[in-house]
């Protein structure tokens, strides 16, 4: 890496100097997503989902941790099932009692730089999804966990 060469130390990204970094782009993402609505909105739980795990001040505490990997959990092993995603938002705002895992060091081999600048709405779709598999895969130690949170939160609706 020269002088001129940044790297983010949550997500692994590498800028040169005057380009974008992974905040500048993420805020240039969701900014697009609601500008765009109906070309992206459908993606972007995910994308938060997937920034937010790879980017230790969005999940500083377990209950942060547990709605992000939980999202991912659920986009990914669910098909995103939308009452199971309202179900964990549910079950944290009674503010369980949650222990925090140690972080993965890696957070995935893809970054928000995968995803960005891709205006066709079908292959956007296809980098997000990438993307989180990439940073679920990167949190396999953790995918019990996720599913152990999310079916207290099913159980929580019974």
């Known amino acids: 890496m020269t002088d001129a060469e940044r790297r983010c130390a949550e ?11 992974c905040a500048e782009l993420r805020d240039l ?3 697009r997503d609601f500008e765009q609505p109906a070309l992206h909105w459908q993606h972007h739980r995910l994308a938060v989902d997937t920034y937010c795990v790879q980017h230790e001040p969005y999940v ?9 990997l939980c999202g991912l959990c659920v986009a990914i092993e669910h098909g995103n099932d939308q009452a199971l995603l309202g179900g964990i ?4 705002s009674t503010n369980p009692q949650l222990v925090k895992p ?9 970054t928000i730089a ?3 600048g891709i205006d066709d709405p079908a292959a956007y779709g296809r980098a997000v999804d990438e993307w989180a598999h990439s940073a679920w895969e990167a949190y396999r130690d953790l995918h019990e966990l996720a599913r152990r949170w999310l079916n207290l939160s099913v159980h929580r609706r019974r």
């Open 29 to 31: 993402l969701f900014a």
């Open 114 to 116: 995968h995803v960005s």
């Open 89 to 92: 938002h549910g079950w944290l």
């Open 102 to 110: 140690d972080l993965p060091v890696s957070r995935g081999n893809l």
């Open 11 to 21: 997500c692994g990204l590498r800028t040169a100097a005057g380009e974008n970094d």
């Open 60 to 68: 500083r505490s377990a209950k942060s941790l547990a709605a992000h």
